[in-house]
């Protein structure tokens, strides 16, 4: 189970380092993962203790520097 959380968080990352500048949400994210948004901003806050949306906007403003 570990290693299949591992994964979508590498592909969750690598699909918003992608797509920060279009106009991409968790249900977009989540459907390229085969999940569900609701499992997928759970998983967030369990594991990550953010958002998605606080993980995108992160990006977007590291992005813009």
């Known amino acids: 189970k570990r290693s299949t959380v591992q994964y979508l968080y590498t592909k969750m990352y690598t699909?918003?380092?992608?797509?920060?500048?279009?106009e991409i949400n968790i249900e977009?994210?989540?459907?390229?993962?085969?999940?569900?948004?609701v499992y997928l901003s759970q998983l967030c806050?369990?594991?990550?203790s953010q958002?998605?949306?606080?993980l995108l906007t992160g990006t977007r403003?590291?992005?813009a520097k």
Do not use: C, N, Q
């Not at 699909?15 to 279009?22: L, N, V």
């Open 15 to 22: 699909d918003i380092e992608e797509h920060y500048s279009e």
């Open 28 to 37: 977009t994210v989540a459907g390229t993962l085969d999940i569900s948004g």
């Open 51 to 54: 958002s998605f949306l606080e």
């Open 61 to 63: 403003i590291k992005m």
């Open 45 to 48: 806050r369990k594991e990550l």
